[in-house]
Structures are given as structure tokens and as C-alpha cells.
């Protein structure tokens, strides 16, 4: 498994200043054809531009896909089947869009007849991980270029420098929006790192937020809104059916209008460190509210158990970079042989922030028995009597326990 | 474990409808002497007047113990080290309060020679099995008596005529607070079930809730709160230490003010039926978030993620019932070892029902590094080359199998 | 749920005198008619006395069914794929073959119009459990009745005397072959309980094993053979393919001749007390060590791990009676998800008792890459470097911890 | 974190071919004083050898400690506690004992100024991780040189070279004693890998192992010994109490002459491949076995099936390097915990490579009732009429279930 000289290498390319030095640099260093491959996975930035620039920069084959469907079908669903969680908090936005673009890159260099892939992601972080695990597990015999880890052009000044050494246009676009953070976005969310938010105790300001208004800043009215599930996903709002991106999209724009899915955190990244990040998932926030009330009311107790006993694994497997992986693959079977009963509809009350289960139904597949639970007399549907046994049976071990020992607080 | 002849039985007694009539119901039925328990767990209501009405009973031993202090120390606090939520969702405000119960009735039943026990939890719910596991725990021979499941004073109407022929006084308490809900309430929470929740898609009206007021009625600026936090406890709101139960009730008022804590799902029972409860924890609600917090800044990844792991399995065993077990007592030592390096102080916005977590420092125990985790470059703190070692080990396995067989979509 | 009147009821029929009094009692006692199952799932006693026995007793439905192939095929195999172990000891014999009766009970009654089963299961241990939990998940309305839990015949004595007392005739086969264990047997092994096992310091005579000679009698020279796998599933022995049942059976007779599969332990029923058992399982012993085996050549270890991770719970709920469950058969998904590649042969040196692995290849999905793992020069199939970075960002949180405060002794 | 130049360095030296190469190669290259440092963790060898050869090789500081109590007593008993097994079949013989020297090596480095230290594991191997994972952990600001991944005498043909080219003596023990496997031993086991191992296929000969005995060898008489437990260490064999070293040795001593505790196994690395080696964990084997059944007899089922569900995570953690981590010492905390009532004798049949417990019992800690298992009559010990409500309410949620959808196979 020894690197080889590199002739053809497919770069992850945005058109930014990061990979417009990445992809000159590539051309200088390894002397081979870059192949560019920009993907419209929801970012909300336009990719025309990617083209015109790699064309400039020399590019024969250049790659611009929407993957906008196949992202949230394929990967948001099935995560959101699994309630994943990152750490209590984190919604896993930026995790779950790796493993997509490092299928595609795979994919291109295959077809391309490419013998490396590149990204321009930093060695301090997740994604060249997610990146690279995704790739070696799809095309083993991929080289990976890594430039970050490899040049020492570590800072802004030097990347400038770079670029206007070689006569790389830079828009200043982050710098004329102004914002100081580093950020990432997709159909699922935006994220914010750096600047001020590398002292943990320091609220960013107002201005950081993109995807959202603050909760002050939300109708004073709430809104109500009717998810319909089948099978574990989400597939219609109020009752109007939406493929997967489209529907998310929409998500997004109810839940930001409605100051919802603002996240501030520190998590603890794989390659060891804790860091700090800010996240926006409005979409995401209501439709894991929504599903996990769905199976509330149609799923098996034990199973419903199960879940959320491998659910921080499989959010663990997903935050490290393991999609593409036998036991991401393993727990997926778990999940979805579960989802086949998860069918109906989810009323959730929006309000400045909140997002409130107000109703949950399911003509198919409740499993809530109101003759069962009642407070009132029901009919013989259940013997009370039972829970005698019930209770004296489940407490035989620690009656006998207790008989030989006396109970020692712990 | 035969039952025997009853001589003496301890009630769990409030002074309302249910348990009086159970009261006098003893007497009847099983010719004995009843001592009664009324403790004040932060329930919000007075005590004074059960004793009133146990003598009136005829009762000799009385017993009003205030567990405040002992009920948030020695309940509450345990765990909420372990971050648990039963189900994604509940609090567990009513399954931590019942075995400090069950451990009170056991000591009394001790102290007064009784044989037995007695409570007004009915048979279809989880409070029996929690009163009844930590009686049988703690002294394997006492007998108990639920007479829900004895006897045939199953609705409203029929205790209420048990009431009138035994000459009950009906003070309708209830009646007269014009709740229709079944409530349960202590310092951890305030719970309702039964009358129009019976119906899963129906909303609540506005009027049900007693804790916190909604979050269009909180105040429209924004409240600051720091919490101080040592080994894992909370112990100081705004840098003023309070005592457990002191800091739970600030906590309570802070956080019902701004309208946070509600909650409104469908729940599994431990006796096999799905219920609808709805629930305020206002208190409990910042506890948790922040106690997450401040753990992010101070935990190990991997203690972190481990006890992600274990907390489905902690929280189901208080929602069963299982305090005072073996298995519990196996994971509170697991969980509390972690807790000597979570000392801080985490600071929290609240705003009409949302809590925010806004900052978290640790003098003592961080281990946020900004000279690693930093966007700039960082004096030789990170050697970012290591991640390609990195990378290259963990895929080794997928490279491995993919050359074997390409990746089948799972 | 309540219980109607039953007119007719579906019996688990051995033909013994347990269910022979029992076919009586239910006669007589609910005064309904009787139909008889009795199945062959390899427990070796012929079913045509259980026939004659029934006719003569006037029952007028009469199922006797080989389930042999049906109980490797569904329900061992599967559990295999699982390498289920209960308890670090068990392997499961009993358990699995329950659900399988529980079905076909059910079945029976739903052909033959029956409102209820029932069979001779006491109400101290699990049978009662599995038979029970098995026959609600298929048929919720059906009713089930358990003698040994409504009557007073509670010892051998009672027994007989009813027996006497109306006629049944008493063959003293359990008599005449003088053991004194309570014992069960299908294909996957025999079980012996009671007598003097009821003194867990006590030795088992050797006359008590029936299916394995003891090591010391086993043949001085060792045995080999080979087992071929498909799919996770073992297919042939040496190279010759069999059906489930009939492979398992050899399996039986080989180690049984080579004193294997014997054990002596203390379990944890789920009633909820200890009991001791001893245990015959010749094949599965050889079964469970072979399928480990292929699984360690062709399965990814973070798979592997994840199905060691799983295989408890999923040992608890076969031994509790969960087959039928939700929760069996999602983490049943799981573990067959992963079982595709597990195929080739792996070789067993068998000896007075010990079961040896001294070969295992496969030439489909070996994951073994000798070129990698070989002491040698490996021709740049592995960068020894690689593993710096590994260690030093697996250590990057260890370090970041152990600067801020020294390791302390846990 | 970078690495500075080296001026001491502590050197895990066993005199041997490899370590004397390595340490003539760190004077050379680091231009640095080595400090060697030869542990006697009972691979039963002598280290008399390795003083006088440190010497002739100009070493000043020399440290030889006998750290055999320390490893037992430390290491293993605590290990025995979790009942871990790696992969279903790996003791862990080599893991658990990395870690005690990656100590010793820092408080030799921390004792003699040094500020490196250095160790003879190869870069595709498990111990490099272990050791340096240990080593960073308790000083984080330790250098670690691990020469195998840094130089290029990576055949047994450039090492002899080096040696003769810089007048090493090479005593040609390993050659003289014809072993062509690569060899470890401690207390706990002996290991082997390489050569003809590295085909898995390939069943090793019968003059490769050394530590036991083939079981066709072995006595044709069994022994019988009886183990006592106090607190879930091992205490004393056949009631004479021995300090942890001379404990393990003795046990395999006896394990050994029986033929017991060799395995064959394919197991998964850290570092990313599958690798063969064969064991012989004698008196660990015999520790497993006991500690498990005196657990039968005196440990609570869930906290038992706890510590089962615990156990493959503690294992994989021993196996990967991870004893001074928060996650083991939490996990630890969680299984000594229930450890204070592992107390009482097991009794062992030893025959031919079988171990089979043939008894167990505790005078104070046994939670084996058989006044409550009995066939017989009980006197009331326990009501099976309990059993009904029991199985009811588990049926519940399955009852239900299956009124809204048919069973369907999984």
C-alpha cells in the first residue's frame, strides 16, 4: 500500500481562496492533471463560479453535481432513523456530508481514470478523516493528497501570499461578508469555529448567525406544522408530500424563521482535541423532535430501548468518519428493521426557539391503547392483579440478596 | 415469602381523598394498626393537616418528615451526574422520588414494629413497582398492601361513596382547584396524566400547567445565569452557594419564570402499556444542560462517550424501579468516579423556554487546549503530519476488505 | 385481556406422566376438549406411545410433528450467527427450542379452532416463560392455562395418586431408567436439574451423562474434522453437505464420542432465582467454537466487537423467553447483516473433551493478509511510520489530560 | 508537543539480540546516554546477564526490580475481575502486562532526568501502542524513540549484521534453543507468532509449546483443587494462601502439567490486521473458570449480566493500550464494585486440557437458595401462582403489538 507517483488526482473544489491555492499547487507540486469536483449539497452558494475559475486555472475535466437529493435521502434519512446525537448536543450537519463527497470523488476518479483524490481539509480536524476513511473504504488502492498536511503554507498571510504569488484571483467573498469564523454549511446545517469562539467562555455576538433569527427576533405567534412519517422518514408537511431535499429545505426555512436549532458546544474531535463550534440545524432539530415522538407512539418499548442504547455508538461511528463501514452498515440493519412501523403524523408547536410535541397519531401502527392506560374503570383490558406477581417476581433476587446481606448504600 | 396475618402497616399517607379512604379501608379489612408517612418532598403543599386528619383516623404514630435535603442530595443529584433522560425525553422527576419513599416507609416500619407496608400507587402504573422493588430491597420480608389492586373501589364515584358511608371528610381539594389531571409533584417536577391526555394528538390547554408559565408569557428580555459545579453537583447559582434542596427550588423559580421545563410525550410503562404524561421540570431542565456543559469542558472523550453508553440502561433502572439495586449501584460507582474532574462553572441564557448554553470554564480541570484546537498556526502544539498515521491505521481494515470485496451498499 | 370460558385447548403432549395427568386435569377441571401435540425436535424418545396414549385418553385431534429440521434451521442456526452464550456458560439448549413449540401451539390452535394452550411447565422456572411469551407475541386473545400453577399436585406423590386414581397408566420409564434428574433433550443438547445438583458444592456422578462419554473413556488418538460455513451457517462436515438437522445430529455424535460439551453451572433464571444445571451440547460446543473461528478470519474486527458487544442482551432474551420479540429480531438483523462473508472451512482437533481450532482458511473472504502481518520485510505493504501518528493523537487527549492533572490510581 | 533533542533515554532492555542492537543504535544515533531498565515479570528467564551486558555496553544507570507481586497483584487480579476475554478467546496475556512496564519506564525517566524512553517493539505491532499510550498518559511530555519504526535493520539478517559490524555479542540463545517463533512471556502466559503460524491454516507442531504439557501427556488420572476467592481475587489453592505471584505461578505450574490453557487463535490489532497466534495462559485459565463460577453462586444476575455487557469494551481496551485511561478506570470502578461479595471456594476438576467446575460454594455470600429452586415442595418459599401477573405484564407490550400487526419473521 505504498504511495506511488501521482499522474491524475480528482480535487474537492469549491472555487474559494483554500482550494484555488490547493489546486495550483497540486499542478506545481505533483506536476499532474487536477480533475475538480464541486458539489451542490444545499450550501447555498452558487457553483457557477467554480467552473469559470478551474477552467481558468487550466482544468480539462471539471465536475459540478447536485447531490442535494441523494444527500438527504441517503444519508440525513438514514441517520435520522438512528435519533442520532453527537455527545448530547451535536446533530452531526457536517459529519454526515463527508462520507457523500468522498463516494463522488471515488467515483470520479474511477471514471476519470484519476490515481489520487484531494481535499482541503486541515490535520487538525474531522473531515480529513471522514474524507479519507470514506475513500480507502470505497477504492483501497486510492493516493490521497492531503495538502494541509503536507505544505507549510499554515496561515492566512502565507496562503495570500501564495495566491497572489501565482496570479490566483482572490475575491475576498469571506472577507467582504465579513465574517471571521470558519464555516461549513449543508442541506442540514451551517457550522461556525474559530475567532472568538476559541475561548469557551465567550458568547459569539448576533452577527455570527446566518441560517436562523434569534429566538427575540421570531413571530410573536407560534406556528403549527404536521409532519407525516412512513417508514422512519419524514415525507410530507402539513400533508403536501416533498421529495427529501425539498422537504428539508423547507424545515430549514420554518424552523430559522421560527429561531429554532442554534447549538453552542464543545466537542471532542477524533483526532483528540476538545474544540468549540456553533451549529445551526433548524431542519434537523424539528425533524428529530418529530421522529423520536413517531416512535414514541409506534414503537416496541424494547426496541425503542435498544435504539437509544446504540445510538451513541452509531453517532460516534458517524461523528469519526465510519459511514462506509461494516458497523456503520451492522447498526443500520438494527435501525431499519424497527422503522417498518414508524408511520404517522407529528404535530409540533414553533415558538421563538421552541419546539413542542403538541400530537402525535397513527391509524396504521399506535400502539397507545387508551383502554389499557386509563384512569377510569376499563372493561377487564387489564387485570391489575397481575402487577402482584409482576413486582414480587422482578424483586425475588433482591429479597434474597437482601436476606443475605443488608442493603449497603452505594 | 408467604404473607402473613398483619398486625401494623405504615402508609404513605398525603391526607387526600385516596389515601384516606385507604386508610380507613385498612382498618377495616385487615383489623390493624396504621401509622402513617407524609413527607414533604417539595410537593408544594402543606403538611399540617394530614396530621390533623391522622388523628382524626384514630392514627397513634404519625410520622412528617421534610426530605427536601435528602431527596436532592441523595436522589436527585446521583442522577443527574448521569445526565439521564428515560426515553430521549423524561426527566425522571416522579421514578427518583419514589424509593427515597420506600427507604422512608421501611425505616418507620422498623422503628415501629410494623410488619407492613401500604401506598395508594394503583396497579396499572409504574409508582407501584418503584415503591414495592425498594421496600422488597431493603427488607426482604416486609409485606405490602396495595389496595388498588385489591379492592374494588376502581373509579372515582366508587371511593367517593366509600368516602360518605365511612365519614370521610371530602374536602375536594382537587375538586375545587378545578384539576381534571392526575398530578404528581416534588421539588424535581410537576407531572400530569389521564382526562383529555388520554388522547395522544390532543394539545393540553394553557390552564394544566401549575410550574412554569408558557414561553409567551416569559419576559421578553433574556436571563443570565451561572452555575457553579463541584465533582458533578451543582452548588452555587451567581457564585451564592445554596444547599440541594435550596438550589433546586432557586433553580425551579429561574426556570418556570422564563417558561422552560415543559414537556409533553408518550412514554412506555415498566408494565408493558404506553402513557401520556405531560411534565414541568424547570430546575432540572438547567441542571442537565448545564451539568452536559460542563462536562464537555472537562471530561475525558471517551468517560464522556462511555457514559453516553450506560445512561439508556441508568435511566431505565430508575424509571423500573431499581434504585436500590445492585446494577445501579454497579453504574453510580462507574459514573461518580468520573465526576471528581467536573468542577466549573457554566453560564446560561434563558429566554421564553429555551435554555442556552453561553460560556463554561474550568480553572481547575479544562481540557480545552486553544493552542491545539486554534485555526492559526500553533507554535509545534499539533504536529498535524500525525494524522496521516492516523488515517492510514484505522483504514487498514477497510482497505484490507475492500480489496477483498468492494463496498456493498448497506 | 380478561380469560373466557375455554372450550378447547391445544396441550403440549410428551406422553409422560406429567402431561398425561395434565390432559386428565384439563379435561376434567375445565371440562373442554383436549387436542394433543407432541413433537419431535430430536429429544430421542419415540412419539408413537404419545399417539396411543392420547386416543386412549379420547382425544380426537392429535398432532405429531418431526420439527427436527425446522428447530437447526430457524431457530439454532440463527442463534449461532449470534454465538450466543448465556451467562459466559450456557449454551442456550432449552431456551431456543421453546419458541418453536410456543408456535406451533399456536398454530395448532388456530387450525383447530382452540381458544387456548397449555403445558407442563412449572411456575418456578423459565419453560413456563418462553412457552408463554412465545404464544402472546403470535396470538395475543389466546389463553393459556398452566397447571402446575393452579393445581395442588405439587410433588410426585400427588402425582401418582391422581394418576392411580383415574386410571392413567404409570409406565415407570423414568423410573426404570432410574435417573433421578429432571432432564430435557432436543437436538442441541440435554439438560439434567434437581436431586443432588440441588447442592451446588456437590459432583454430578458419572452415571447422570447420557449424551457424551466422560473425557476419560474418550478414544486415545484425536479426531479431526472439518466444518464449512456458508453464510455464517455451518453446511458440511469433511466436505460433505447435510441438511441442518441431520449435520447437527453428526455433530452430536462426534463430540459426544470425544467427551465434549459437558458443563456444570449456576444460572439465573428469569423468575429470579439461582439454580444449578448440568448440561450436555456435543455439536454446539463444536458449533460455537468453529464459527468463531471462521468469523475471526473473514469478519471486520470493529463488526466482531460490535457482535461481542450485542451478544449478551441478545443471549438474555432467548434465555428469557424473547424470541418473539421486537427486540430479538432487530438485533437478529444486525447480526445476520454481517454474516455474508463468513464463509470457508475451519479445522477442529477433538480430544478427550477439548475442542482445538488448528486450522481456519478461506478463499473467498479471508481478511488475513499475511503480506502485512509477517515478520519479514514486508515489501511496503504496511509504513511502519504510519503508526507514530496513530499512537501520538490516540494519545493526544491522554497527554492534554495528564499535563492538566497527574494520573491517579483508580 | 514537538519533539526537542534527546539526552537520556530509559531503554526496556532485556539483553537479548533486538534490545542490545537497539541500545548500541541509541547511542549512536541520539548521541544520548541510555539508561536500561530489565523488568522480571516472570518470562522465566534470567536477568542476571542483561546487568553484565548493560555494563560491557557502557551503561552507568542500570535498573533490574522483580516486579512480579506488582504485576499479579495490580494488573492481572483486576483484569480477572472483569472475567476479559479479547475476541472470544484471547487472555490478555501480553496486553496486561505493557502497561506496568510503560510505568516503570517513566519513573525511571523521571528518577534519572531522562527525557525520553525507548522500547523494542516493531511498528506493526499491538505493544508499541501499549506502551507509549501508557508512557504519554502518565508523562505527557515524555519522548518516546521507538527504533523499529525509525531505522532500517528491519530483517534478522541487517540486525545480525549491526551487531557483528559494532561487536555486540549475539549469544544465539533464541537460535540455540530453536525456537523460530517470535516468543513473549510473563506470569500470565507465554505467546508465539511468526514462522509457520503465519498461515493460518497450518496447525503448529507439537514441539512449539513450552509452558504445558499436550493434554495426550497429561497425568491419566485428574487432579482436583479447590480455589478460594476473597473479594473476587483469587487467595489461596486448596486452602493455603499464597501472595498473588507465587499464586499464579503455582497455578500454572498445575494447569501446565494437565495440558491446560492453549488456544490458537486469528485476532484483530489495533493497528488494523488480523494476525495468528497461539497461547498457553495455564493458571489464567483456571483463574477465568473459577472466578466466573464463584460469581454464579454470590453475584446479583443483573449486576452479573452488567458486568457481561461491560466486559467485551474493558477487554478491548486492555487489549489496545488503555489502562491508565478515565474510561478502564471507570469502567473498573463499576466492576470492583461489585466484587466485595466474591467470596467463597470453587472446586476444579482438572483432566487432559479440561477444566470443569464440579463445585462452588460460600458461607457468606451465597445467593443460591434451595429452599426456593427445589422440584420439590417448598413450604412456601416461593408462590408460582406469582408467575401468571410475571408473565402477563412482560406479554403486554408483545399482546398488544400483535393485535395491530402480525407477527412477522425477522
Redesign the interface.
Known amino acids: 500500500?505504498?504511495q506511488n507517483a501521482i499522474k491524475k488526482v480528482v480535487l474537492a473544489y469549491s472555487g474559494g481562496l483554500d482550494t484555488s491555492v490547493i489546486l495550483r499547487w497540486l499542478q506545481e507540486q505533483y506536476d499532474c492533471e487536477v480533475v475538480t469536483f464541486t458539489a451542490d449539497i444545499g450550501q447555498g452558494e452558487e457553483l457557477a463560479p467554480a467552473r469559470a475559475k478551474a477552467e481558468a486555472a487550466g482544468v480539462k475535466e471539471i465536475y459540478i453535481d447536485d447531490l442535494r437529493e441523494e444527500f438527504v435521502r441517503d444519508f440525513v434519512f438514514p441517520m435520522f432513523r438512528a435519533?442520532a446525537i453527537y455527545?448530547?448536543?451535536y446533530l452531526l450537519g457536517t459529519s454526515i456530508a463527508r462520507p457523500l463527497i468522498a463516494k463522488r470523488l471515488v467515483e470520479i476518479a474511477i471514471e476519470t481514470g484519476a490515481d489520487a483524490i484531494s481535499h482541503g481539509a486541515?490535520?487538525?480536524g474531522n473531515d480529513?478523516?471522514r474524507f479519507?476513511?470514506g475513500a480507502?473504504?470505497?477504492?483501497?488502492?486510492i493516493q490521497i493528497v492531503?495538502p494541509?498536511?503536507e505544505w507549510d503554507l499554515?496561515?492566512r498571510e502565507k496562503l495570500l501570499a501564495y495566491a497572489e504569488a501565482h496570479g490566483i484571483p482572490v475575491e475576498m467573498k469571506r472577507e467582504g461578508t465579513k465574517s471571521p469564523y470558519?464555516m461549513d454549511a449543508n442541506l442540514l446545517h451551517i457550522s461556525y469555529?474559530?475567532y472568538d469562539l476559541?475561548?469557551?467562555?465567550?458568547?459569539?455576538g448576533a452577527d455570527m448567525w446566518r441560517w436562523s433569527v434569534a429566538?427575540?427576533d421570531a413571530p410573536?405567534r407560534?406556528t403549527y406544522i404536521e409532519l407525516t412519517f412512513a417508514q422512519g422518514d419524514c415525507v410530507a408537511i402539513d400533508g403536501q408530500s416533498m421529495s427529501p431535499a425539498a422537504l428539508l429545505a423547507e424545515l430549514n426555512r420554518i424552523g430559522g424563521a421560527n429561531g429554532i436549532g442554534?447549538a453552542?458546544?464543545?466537542?471532542?474531535?477524533y483526532?483528540?482535541?476538545?474544540?468549540?463550534g456553533c451549529y445551526e440545524t433548524p431542519g434537523g432539530t424539528l425533524l428529530l423532535k418529530a421522529h423520536?415522538?413517531m416512535e414514541?407512539?409506534t414503537?416496541?418499548?424494547?426496541?425503542?430501548?435498544?435504539?437509544?442504547?446504540l445510538?451513541?455508538?452509531y453517532a460516534?461511528l458517524v461523528y469519526n468518519g465510519?459511514w462506509?463501514?461494516?458497523?456503520?452498515?451492522?447498526?443500520?440493519?438494527?435501525i431499519?428493521?424497527?422503522q417498518a412501523?414508524v408511520n404517522g403524523v407529528v404535530?409540533l408547536?414553533l415558538?421563538?426557539?421552541?419546539v413542542?410535541?403538541?400530537?402525535?397519531?397513527s391509524e396504521s401502527?399506535?400502539?397507545?391503547?387508551?383502554s389499557?392506560?386509563?384512569?377510569?374503570?376499563d372493561a377487564?383490558?387489564?387485570?391489575?392483579?397481575?402487577?402482584?406477581?409482576?413486582?414480587?417476581?422482578?424483586?425475588?433476587?433482591?429479597?434474597?440478596?437482601?436476606?443475605?446481606?443488608p442493603?449497603?448504600r452505594?
Chains 1, 2, 3, 4 share one sequence.
Open positions: 500500500m505504498a435519533n455527545e448530547g448536543e486541515t490535520g487538525k480529513q478523516v479519507e476513511l480507502y473504504a470505497l477504492k483501497p488502492d492531503a494541509w498536511r499554515l496561515s470558519s469555529e474559530g476559541e475561548d469557551p467562555w465567550c458568547e459569539p429566538p427575540e410573536d407560534p442554534r453552542d458546544i464543545v466537542e471532542n474531535r483526532v483528540g482535541m476538545k474544540s468549540r423520536r415522538a414514541s407512539l414503537l416496541d418499548r424494547e426496541a425503542a430501548h435498544q435504539k437509544d442504547a445510538m451513541p455508538r460516534e465510519y462506509f463501514s461494516p458497523e456503520r452498515q451492522m447498526l443500520q440493519a438494527a431499519d428493521q424497527t412501523v404535530r408547536k415558538y421563538k426557539g421552541n413542542l410535541v403538541v400530537g402525535r397519531k401502527d399506535s400502539l397507545f391503547d387508551a389499557i392506560a386509563t384512569f377510569e374503570e377487564g383490558a387489564y387485570d391489575q392483579g397481575d402487577a402482584t406477581g409482576f413486582i414480587r417476581l422482578n424483586a425475588l433476587r433482591l429479597r434474597v440478596a437482601g436476606n443475605r446481606r442493603y449497603r452505594g
